[in-house]
């Protein structure tokens, strides 16, 4: 069962690759441009006493956008299933309508995983997938976050576990492709940037497994129109 579910989202993101990868290469491209001009969001330590640092306005940009990157893939999808794959600012305009909405959910939603995260991988795991109808919910049916969060709460308790289960292979067939993507592009491309900016685009698509995996459960569980 989990194993044809896989093969079904894989098959859906397979066929929807163009409308897919036309609202998700802009935002990689925004990220990535960001980075060139204010530095990158994140600067890891490359010694012991050194401390991680942060651009704050490259980060600010990042999480920003992230939300609405998010609901236009969402809209998409809701698109690409009915057969009627739309352009970007069509995909858009919806995500831009309920955009402090889905700011709110992500965030709240950050909140929770952070506190499962204190206490161990499994909770945060758990509380993502428990919350991740919440966005769809947003955009889809113009929920306020807190009702669409109770929602998903309500929703997902029936498949729960299928879909943390697959959300955990999709994630982890995502990291194991953009490695060797990312270590493919770095040993040809010697440029940083231009070896980022290459990296970025097929990641970005990539990542959008994840919403995919997310969507179809979402269809599953036939949310009222």
Known sequence: MISQRFREILFFWWRNLGPIFLVTAPFALL??????????????PETQNDTIQFTLST???????????????????????????????????????????????????????SLGWLAFFFPALW??????????????????PLDALRSSFTMTESQQWPLL???????????????????LV????SHPQAAALIVALPVSLMGAVINVAIFRYWEMANPPE
């Open 165 to 183: 289960l697959i959300l955990v292979l999709v994630f982890m067939a995502y990291l194991l492709v953009s490695s060797m993507i990312a270590s």
């Open 59 to 113: 980060l600010a940009i990042v999480l920003l956008s992230r939300p609405l990157a998010e609901g236009t893939l969402i809209a998409q999808l809701a698109a690409a299933r009915n057969g009627q794959a739309r352009g970007l600012l069509t995909c858009m305009a919806p995500a831009l309508l309920m955009y402090p909405a889905l700011l709110a959910t992500y965030a709240i939603i950050a909140v929770g995983v």
């Open 186 to 189: 770095t040993a040809v491309v």
């Open 31 to 44: 990220t990535e441009v960001s980075q060139w001009l204010l530095g990158p969001a994140i600067i890891l």
């Open 127 to 144: 509380v993502y997938t428990r919350l991740s109808f919440a966005p769809f919910l947003v955009v889809l049916h113009r929920r306020n």
